[in-house]
């Protein structure tokens, strides 16, 4: 996991490809191109690029008439102001009529950093994951995330993919790496606890997994790269192999993976959960090593969390 | 013969199949059904390039009623140009059915963009214009605004986009009765001099009697002809046009008629029940 790479630079990375292969992939932006990496496209394929300029709201129904007219828009901007900003345009102007919009957000979570609160968006997927149609793709690594963006053109349909800022680790193995919507993905098998994590929180379970091995602590580890449509399958399966779950994600404890996770579990087999996520409350300046410190996102705090969700289960 | 003596017949007919289903659902709006129905008239059954036996006919021409709540005119043209039975629309508003209270691309053939919620279907229409551009067809989108919605921000981010981009292929219709649930435009939030602005963001801007077809095809012919930007007709309407009781009364913009009124409204339109 020596390797480092931004999601956002995979992004960059997918669309190119895209844009050589399928003629119908058109992208626009809202004045961010350089930071969400829309402009790698841009370079290539000028005629295929719009900037809307800033305007999200526009952003999202003009590429919802671009997919009625049968092509396949990737519309990007920062999360806060994608989801945000234009939530009512996607639901009623994509989501609705199921038109074929990707929406590709940056710069999502609390570790934008210095910008603060303002920009950053933990409620991104809890707003996405309540729209009937949206699929909700949260990749963990650069690898990961090419892959949704690719996989994601091949579906007809609404699609929301969360991107991030800074640079994360790289997991996956690009030759022989799959993606499939909707698939969870289990990374470690144990049978004391189950971690489910999403996002830039996958390499912190893998890191708090071993951590515990050495406390003698074997722990299943899972990625849930798409929030929605959810994996019933392997959460159903985790809990009934080691009897508690551990959520992690770099968003509110409230929507989004913890809460999908929940629901399964009480409408199928009820475990002990605990959920490390940013708990209610907006986020302030910083690096991203500080702040996901300062609001419980590091390693040490999934581990503690499985060590209390271990305490709280059944005999 | 008069003069379009066959588009007036065509636009009573609408008004009049307007009032019967409005007073079948018992919900819906009538006063800007009413004053859309020359200039629906004219996009469907004169102007638009279209196939109704092949809805997504993907070189049609395009049509997005941005005013969503006046469905009833689309749903009355729709029918009458045969994309589906006339039956349905003594079904509007009802649970299982198709001719839901807003319109809705999935599940009604003709309906080329799911509108309701105000200010978003010129967005819509841009993203169609634009595409049309990116894939070298020479299909045109039409959109119909109402004079309420353009308060919504969102008008002028996609007024700005249309014509950054030239998109010539589109225009759009400004159903300019000045009426709005709470009263009058310029009451509520007054959006005068509406010319100027749509001016000043750079379309082609063309003003007219929204109920008198000679003007309604006179400006669609210079919209056509007109190169490098967007153009949007100002047609200066009545709400509730054509039945005396409900011209220009804020109180019908979203109630329907009971019997007795339907009744005298269809007299009035020349039909029976």
């Known amino acids: 996991m020596s390797k480092k790479m931004a999601t956002r630079d995979a992004y960059g990375e997918a669309l190119k490809e895209l844009g050589r292969v399928n003629k119908d992939v058109v992208v626009l932006d809202a004045d961010l191109s350089k930071s969400t990496r829309t402009n790698w496209f841009k370079e290539e394929f000028p005629e295929r690029f719009i900037n809307v300029g800033i305007a999200e709201q526009n952003l999202i129904g003009t590429a919802a008439g671009l997919a009625a007219a049968g092509k396949i828009p990737f519309a990007s901007s920062f999360a806060m102001f994608a989801t945000g900003r234009a939530y009512e345009i996607i639901r009623n102007s994509v989501a609705y009529p199921k038109l074929n919009v990707k929406i590709a957000a940056t710069h999502a979570g609390i570790t934008v950093g210095e910008d603060g609160a303002s920009h950053q968006s933990v409620e991104d997927l809890s707003l996405m994951r309540t729209i009937p149609n949206m699929v909700v793709i949260n990749p963990a690594d650069g690898v990961e995330a090419k892959a949704a963006v690719l996989e994601a053109a091949k579906y007809n349909g609404p699609v929301y993919i969360r991107l991030g800022r800074s640079k994360v680790p790289v ?16 990374l470690e098998d144990g049978t ?29 580890v899972i990625n849930i790269h798409t929030i929605k449509p959810i994996d019933k399958d392997i959460i159903v399966k985790a ?43 907006f986020g302030e300046s910083g690096n991203s090593d500080e702040l996901l410190v300062k609001y419980g996102l590091t390693a040490e705090d999934i581990v503690e969390a499985v060590k209390k969700v271990i305490s709280r289960k059944r005999g | 013969m008069e003069k379009h003596a066959e588009f007036k017949k065509i636009a009573t007919t609408l008004r009049k199949n307007i009032i019967k289903m409005l007073n079948e659902s018992g919900s819906g709006h009538p006063g800007g059904s009413l004053s859309a129905c020359e200039i629906v008239t004219a996009l469907y059954f004169k102007e638009m390039r279209i196939k109704p036996e092949q809805p997504k006919w993907e070189d049609r021409d395009r049509f997005i009623l941005s005013k969503g709540h006046a469905a009833p005119v689309l749903y009355a043209a729709l029918a009458e140009k045969g994309y589906f039975a006339k039956e349905e629309l ?3 508003r009802k649970a299982g059915q198709m001719l839901q209270g807003h319109p809705d691309m999935k599940g009604t053939p003709g309906v080329d963009m799911s509108t309701g919620s105000l200010g978003q279907g010129l967005a819509a229409a841009n993203g169609m214009a634009l595409a049309a551009k990116l894939s070298n067809k020479d299909y045109r989108v039409y959109a119909l605004l109402g004079d309420g919605e353009v308060q919504e921000g969102m008008i002028w981010e996609a007024a700005m986009f249309a014509a950054h981009y030239k998109l010539d292929n589109l225009t759009v219709f400004l159903d300019h009765n000045g009426l709005q649930i709470d009263g009058e ?33 006179e400006a669609l012919d210079k919209a056509r002809e007109t190169k490098d930007r967007p153009t949007i007709i100002i047609a200066k309407t009545v709400k509730g046009k054509g039945v005396s009781f409900m011209e220009n009364k804020v109180g019908w913009h979203g109630t329907t008629p009971n019997d007795e009124e339907t009744e005298k409204a269809l007299a009035e339109l020349g039909g029976e029940m």
């Open chain 1, 192 to 220: 004391d606890a189950t971690i489910i994590a999403t996002g830039v929180m996958v390499s912190a379970a893998l890191e708090a997994s071993k951590k515990l091995a050495e406390e003698g602590i074997r722990v299943r």
């Open chain 1, 239 to 281: 809990a009934q192999d080691t009897g508690a779950i551990v959520t992690a994600e770099e968003h509110s404890i409230i929507g989004g993976l913890g809460s999908a996770v929940s629901e399964v579990l009480v409408e199928n087999y009820p475990v002990p959960v605990e959920k490390v996520g940013i708990k209610d409350t």
């Open chain 1, 171 to 186: 997991i996956f193995n690009e030759d022989d790496y799959k993606f499939e919507i909707g698939k969870g993905i289990m």
């Open chain 2, 90 to 92: 003594m079904k509007l």
């Open chain 2, 185 to 217: 435009n310029k009451e509520v939030m007054n959006i005068e001099p509406i010319d100027k602005k749509w001016e000043a963001f750079g379309w082609n801007v063309i003003k007219i009697d929204g109920h008198n077809f000679e003007e309604i095809f």
